[in-house]
């Protein structure tokens, strides 16, 4: 019947009724194919999957660096399982469930498959948009990612203490600080912060965010933590004339206009030394858990909204990747605390740091650029991070953000470096 509305439709040169292009619609490759070849239906354009797969990538030209190195080993992926000349529209769900399977087989982790699964339903989705393919074949192919819990660490107050006293300058105090206080991401957001950033009156730092800056939130508002505070007050004095970044931006940073992105600042190598310097076990994804211990000390204080702005996710990636129970939650559910603990980020402390302490030399370092050799011959003094010397013309005053209390010290001081007097 539908056939004969079809020969009907070409030969009086009328549109076909919905119910029949819906069938139409729902017929497979051989089927349409044969409707086509009898001249019943339009032949469909014939894409195979390296050109939408190319076709992809360049409707993609503002994708960061680190996600196409990520995109190139799916499409590596479904080149090799399924040939480059393959039409994409001969793989269905059984094929898309064979791609899973394949992966299994070459022994990729749980989460990777996971992943890769939901970017090769990204790449077949674009498909649809051009109109190559009529169904997603990898729309209910999913495979369960690993349990994030197992590689979640909380890095205690204690073993923060150890890990800034065991850094080799500043700037490494200002890296692992920026982590653990201020629940920055590490390397793309420490290293994008800027002098000018750093709103002293408000009690606030304007957070450049280069992993979201693609999805509308490329900046976020972040209170100076008290816990924090002092080791951006080392940075802004130990900043040379002319330096525009918190953490010198000649060191780092030329690293993450590479093509592979901020995968190429290798600081991990560096920390997992400081780390062992410091008499601690490394932990899984090193920088990650710092932030992530950072958002487990605010949630229990804070709601988890607002905690989410300050560190840049979503409720519902914070609860799952985040969020920790620590032995600290236990003791006082089963209300064995001796003593109440303090929220760290509300208890201003002075910094984790031997008095007179002299800073250590790291080859690895210090040969890097002059700023470095600068900062490793620096002498903290017993009364704290700023120099006996220091003139401070303006007594410390308190200002308010989002209902919080800051201390803000006297801009005088600092207006000699920065490279704007405007604040955001």
Known sequence: MRVEYLAQSVNHGTPVDD???????????????????????????????GGMLDSFLAANPRAKPATKVVWGQVIRDLRKHYGGDCPIRSIGRSEAEGFRQWMLDNELASTTVHKRLQFARQMFAYGIRCEWIDRNPFETVSHKSGDPQ????YISEEDTAKLIDAAPNWIWRTIIALSR????????????????????ERGAMAVQSPKTENHGQGQRIVPM???????????????????????????YLPAANGPRGWNSCNLRTTFEKIVKRA??????????????????????EYPITTVCKWIGNTVSIAVRHYVQITDDDFRKAAGTEKKAVQNPVQQPAEMARKGSQQETQNPAISEKCGVLRHCTSVNMEAAGIEPASRDISAQASTSVVGGLNFAASGLDRRSSKAASGEHF
């Open 181 to 200: 206080y201020g629940g920055l991401r590490c390397p793309s957001e420490v290293l994008s912060l800027r002098l000018i950033d750093l709103d002293w």
């Open 279 to 300: 008499g601690i076990e490394p932990w899984p994804r090193l920088f990650h858990n710092l932030r992530a211990s950072c958002e487990t000390d605010l949630s229990r």
């Open 19 to 49: 119910e029949t292009a819906r069938w139409v619609a729902e017929r497979d490759a051989v089927m349409y194919d044969k409707l086509a070849a009898v001249g019943l239906v339009p032949e469909r354009a014939t894409m195979v999957l």
């Open 225 to 251: 933590f008290a816990r924090l505070r002092p080791f951006l007050d080392e940075a802004w004095e130990m900043a040379v004339e002319g330096q525009t970044h918190v953490i010198p931006e000649n060191l």
């Open 150 to 153: 197992t590689r979640q660490r």
